[in-house]
């Protein structure tokens, strides 16, 4: 193949090993999930940082129990796992978003807490998720972060049939990052995006979510739509906390929201 995932992958070591020693790159056809083979590691007691991409996902996990659609050559998939001890969790996944989406194009945008948006459409998505390493040092987890980006546009048929059960609102035309970026293919991607991501991750773990706030900001999609919460609840979004909390301005006043259950919509 003219451009092997492989390759970029040998690039991305070469330039995340010099300030992440130990770390390590692994680029496999086809795996159910990245993320959840990580977990797997993680709660093992695997405590060196990786990072695992894959041609293929078959059965690749969203939040919210949500699929993802993966398919060789038409999207990135990989999850990297690192371990951390930062004061604070919070903000992380927009953390995160910051990072990819400043990497990737200057259209991209997101919407809280995990999913890149490009033209109003989703373009990616983000899952983090941590395990106990066991370790005496007081904080340290494994932390799991899984990237999923459509490089390009899948069928809006396939995106549906991922939705959970019961799902009463029809899945969003997705976006793809060709459309912005022609010819781009993943292993492209995974090289523009993942040595930044790894230090933007660093940099959390030592200052927390506040010196992403503003970035975030500039970036926020939903700031000022009118939302729809998954309890039903609507409001105008107003931005976040200096802890990643959505505001959102509601009848009954203002609302902060956290990523635990909760779906936001724009209506």
Do not use: Y
């Not at 990237?147 to 390009?152: C, L, M, P, S, W």
């Not at 039903?232 to 200096?242: H, I, P, R, S």
């Amino acid at each position: 193949m003219a451009d092997s995932l492989t390759h970029h992958a040998e690039a991305v070591w070469q330039a995340v090993v010099p300030s992440l020693p130990g770390f390590t790159v692994e680029v496999l056809p086809s795996i159910d999930s990245t993320s959840s083979e990580l977990m797997r590691r993680a709660r093992s007691g695997m405590l060196e940082p990786v990072l695992l991409t894959a041609e293929a996902q078959t059965a690749g996990r969203g939040r919210l129990g949500k699929g993802w659609h993966s398919r060789p050559g038409q999207s990135l998939t990989f999850s990297i796992a690192l371990p951390l001890a930062p004061s604070s969790w919070s903000g992380l996944s927009l953390a995160v978003g910051v990072s990819l989406a400043h990497s990737l194009h200057p259209d991209v945008r997101l919407k809280w807490p995990n999913d890149l948006w490009l033209q109003q459409r989703k373009l990616g998505g983000i899952l983090v998720e941590t395990a106990s390493t066991g370790e005496a040092t007081q904080g340290l987890r494994m932390v799991v972060i899984g990237v999923g980006i459509n490089i390009a546009r899948p069928e809006t048929a396939a995106v549906t049939a991922l939705a959970p059960a019961g799902a009463t609102v029809a899945a969003m035309a997705p976006a793809g990052l060709a459309e912005v970026l022609v010819g781009v293919t993943p292993g492209e991607a995974l090289e523009r995006v993942v040595p930044t991501l790894v230090q933007d991750v660093l940099a959390f773990a030592s200052q927390g979510f506040p010196t992403f706030a503003q970035r975030f900001a500039r970036l926020d999609a939903l700031q000022g739509l009118s939302v729809r919460l998954s309890d039903g609840t609507q409001g105008t979004a107003c931005g976040v906390t200096e802890e990643g909390a959505l505001q959102v301005l509601t009848a009954g006043g203002m609302q902060s929201v956290t990523s635990a259950e909760v779906s936001v919509r724009p209506c």
